[in-house]
């Protein structure tokens, strides 16, 4: 899967510098309407997902897991749960993960104006357990998760770019390198052997999080 994120980093890389073709780009590779993922959910419901995740990723910076280490991430990182885009069983999800960070408190952070702040953002998945014995559901984060974009100026910026590479690039990506792949509010996606690449690499080893 190394491999695969390398070559994926390789082609968004790519995606992006060819701003002048970006509208058309877009425009072909954006996901039709016919096939984006519907979901009924209610801003509670949405609520408290996101709410389950900031716990999530909390514990994920406490507990030191990859991309969050204490080389960048500590207490003070705000946590911002950017999108959530489901599958159509809401028991698997897409995570817009956007972390705000303070820069003084970077172990290593080069010239980086050390009272500033930056923003890191990039997608993760979820699935949606159910525990029968006690009668609760549980979102365990998969180990994959997709490109870093770091140090973004501005929220937006950093929100342009994760949302670009997974609703429009991951299917410029499949187009370039011949092989059949979709952006993730495409509701292929779910089925797809991307996405069963994703649940082959396991879950985070960290303890899971009850939904509220």
Request: charged letters at 25%.
């Amino acid at each position: 899967m190394k491999n695969l994120r390398f070559l994926f980093l390789i082609v968004i890389t790519s995606f992006f510098y060819q701003c002048d073709n970006t509208d058309k780009i877009v425009k072909k590779y954006r996901t039709k309407n016919e096939f984006k993922a519907s979901t009924t959910l209610s801003k509670a419901d949405y609520a408290l997902d996101s709410t389950a995740f900031v716990n999530i990723f909390r514990q994920m910076i406490n507990h030191e897991v990859e991309p969050y280490t204490r080389d960048v991430c500590n207490e003070k990182t705000k946590i911002i749960i950017d999108s959530i885009i489901y599958n159509s069983n809401r028991n698997y999800a897409a995570l817009f993960v956007i972390m705000n960070i303070y820069n003084g408190d970077m172990r290593f952070r080069g010239d980086m104006d050390p009272n500033a702040w930056h923003f890191d953002g990039t997608i993760h998945f979820a699935e949606k357990i159910y525990d029968s014995i006690e009668n609760k559901y549980y979102w365990k984060i998969f180990d994959y998760h997709g490109t870093d974009h770091i140090n973004g100026e501005t929220y937006e910026k950093i929100s342009k770019i994760v949302r670009m590479e997974n609703l429009v690039g991951r299917s410029y990506a499949a187009d370039k390198n011949n092989y059949n792949g979709y952006n993730v509010d495409d509701y292929r996606f779910w089925t797809s052997k991307m996405f069963k690449r994703v649940q082959n690499e396991g879950y985070i080893k960290i303890d899971d999080c009850i939904i509220p």
